[in-house]
Every structure is written in C-alpha cells, then in structure tokens.
C-alpha cells in the first residue's frame, strides 16, 4: 500500500485530489464520475487515490463538506450587512455573483448534487441557515430588520433568500441558453455580469420596497 513520504506530501496530495475531484464531479456528477478520472486529472495512481479515499462515496462527501466550509467562511469575511437594507442587498448580490463566477465548479457540482436528490447539500445548507454568522442567516436577519423597520414590505426571509439566490447563480448553470438570449453574454460575458448585478438588484429591491420608498 503506497504510502507518503515526506510531512507535506499529504497535504499536497490531498489538495491535488480535491481539486480534481470538483472538477470531475462538477462534469460528471457524482454517479457519472470515475475514480480513475480523479486519480489521472490528480497526476497519481489509483491505489493512492484509494489510500486517502477508500471509496467514491467518501471521497464526495469530503470534498463537499470541504468546498461548502471554504464557502461559508469566505464569503462571511467579506459581507458587512449592517447598512440600509438597499445597501444590504446590492452588497449580498455583488458579493455572491462574483464568487459564482470564481467558483463555477462548485455552481456547477451544487446542481449536480441537486438532481441527483440534494440530502448531502440539504444537510449542509440546514446547518449554515442555524449556524450564526453565516451568509445565509446574515441575510435573512437582514431581511426580518428591514420589515420590522418598515423599509420593505413584509415578506418570508426564506421564500426571499431563494429569489436571491436563485436570480444570482441560476444564469450561470444556463450559460449556453444566456448567450444566445442576450448578445452582450455572448460578446462579453463579464460586461453582462456586471450589468446582470444591476438588474437583479433593481428588481429584486423595487419589488420589496414599499410603494414610494424605492429610491
């Protein structure tokens, strides 16, 4: 059984096979993805894959749990809810639209995980929507303040954190249908993102204003 040889091989090795193994997962799906593919785009040979990884089960659910934390951690450094709820909005928007477009791979085995039933993203997600400080609960503090505050119409925080979501990472998991809808994705596809942040924005901030607010 092939084992490592130095203090930082592992590490190396096992960033090597994570980053291979979102990529292939990401393309194929976990029930499509191959053990096989993951050693060879990770440059060594399956009984090493097997060494870190028994099985491709394990192997999914490590390198999920990984890029979901790499995820929450991120992107709540980043985003500073404590404005104006239009400002609040516009910051969630900006900051989650960039870090799809960065992380296109992980849009991509997220909806990947969907079709194939969601129980592993489902756990993941029920424990960033309970755990303080995460995107997720920021944001829908953020929206409860904001009715109570009377600076928007009173609206679920869940039902409004999936319109959110959904109009910031959807038109990147139909790239190919976008740029055929819109000449300026398929032109210039980061000039359309940033004119895409504007949209969302005003429509999703005209729509909870309340009427005359909107400004």
Do not use: W
Request: charged share 25%; hydrophobic share 40%.
């Amino acid at each position: 059984m092939p084992e490592p040889t130095t203090k930082s091989e592992p590490q190396e090795t096992e960033q090597r096979i994570f980053e291979a193994a979102l990529t292939v997962f990401a393309s194929k799906g976990r029930d499509g993805a191959r053990m096989q593919d993951i050693a060879d785009r990770a440059g060594i040979n399956r009984a090493l894959l097997h060494y870190y990884f028994r099985t491709k089960q394990q192997l999914y659910q490590a390198v999920f749990a990984h890029l979901f934390q790499q995820y929450v951690n991120s992107f709540s450094e980043s985003l500073q809810l404590d404005g104006t709820f239009g400002e609040n909005l516009r910051d969630f928007i900006d900051r989650y639209i960039d870090y799809v477009r960065e992380h296109q791979d992980m849009a991509r085995l997220m909806m990947n995980e969907n079709l194939a039933g969601g129980s592993l993203l489902g756990e993941h997600l029920a424990k960033a929507f309970a755990t303080k400080g995460s995107p997720q609960q920021k944001m829908q503090q953020a929206i409860r303040k904001a009715v109570e505050t009377g600076e928007i119409r009173p609206v679920c925080p869940r039902q409004t954190m999936l319109t959110i979501i959904s109009s910031c990472a959807f038109f990147f998991l139909i790239a190919p249908t976008v740029k055929v809808m819109n000449p300026l994705a398929a032109t210039d596809f980061d000039a359309f993102i940033e004119a895409r942040k504007q949209h969302v924005f005003e429509v999703l901030y005209h729509g909870l204003a309340l009427k005359g607010e909107a400004t």
